[in-house]
């Protein structure tokens, strides 16, 4: 995925709202947790000097993620219940980030055991830079898709939001 994680996240994000009741915190934590795995590319690009595939650093574990929830959510639940829902989002969101990555790069789902990569779809490098081979492989019309898709809401609710204040 090269596009769509942050679409995905405002995705589930506005699902989120309507189940939860329009909380405030759950569009940011969804789209935080829809990038959070991603935040390694700081490290990948300027310590490592992109040595090692990014996802092969914790930030793409989904054991670690999965782990630090186990921890994380009791302790919002314990000291900040209002925005338990905002956390289970958060975490729901770098999931799904791990499952889009799934699909055309390999993930290493039980790190640290194992380091057996587990990808749908391999994309061979077929034009002088990597880009291109994501971008012209069939694949990246799901990106596109969950791009559309995003957008279709964003504009939806702009134009609730703009019915609403007009009617007020």
């Not at 759950?26 to 490290?43: C, E, K, R």
């Not at 302790?75 to 905002?86: G, M, N, Q, T």
């Not at 290493?108 to 990597?130: C, G, K, N, Q």
């Not at 994501?134 to 609730?160: D, M, N, P, Y």
């Amino acid at each position: 995925m090269l596009i769509a994680h942050l679409p995905a996240g405002f995705i589930l994000g506005t699902l989120a709202r309507h189940w939860t009741g329009n909380a405030r915190a759950i569009m940011p934590a969804a789209l935080l947790g829809s990038v959070a795995p991603d935040l390694d590319m700081f490290y990948f690009y300027l310590v490592d000097g992109q040595q090692t595939h990014h996802h092969g650093y914790f930030t793409h574990w989904p054991l670690f993620w999965l782990a630090l929830g186990s921890v994380v959510l009791p302790l919002v639940r314990w000291l900040w219940p209002r925005f338990v829902s905002a956390a289970v989002v958060f975490f729901i969101a770098v999931m799904f980030h791990m499952v889009l990555d799934s699909i055309a790069a390999p993930m290493h789902w039980l790190m640290p055991f194992s380091d057996v990569a587990v990808e749908l779809v391999t994309i061979p490098a077929r034009y002088s830079h990597w880009v291109l081979s994501f971008v012209l492989h069939w694949t990246f019309a799901l990106e596109i898709t969950i791009c559309a898709w995003a957008g279709f809401l964003g504009i939806k609710q702009s134009r609730q939001r703009k019915l609403h204040e007009s009617r007020a």
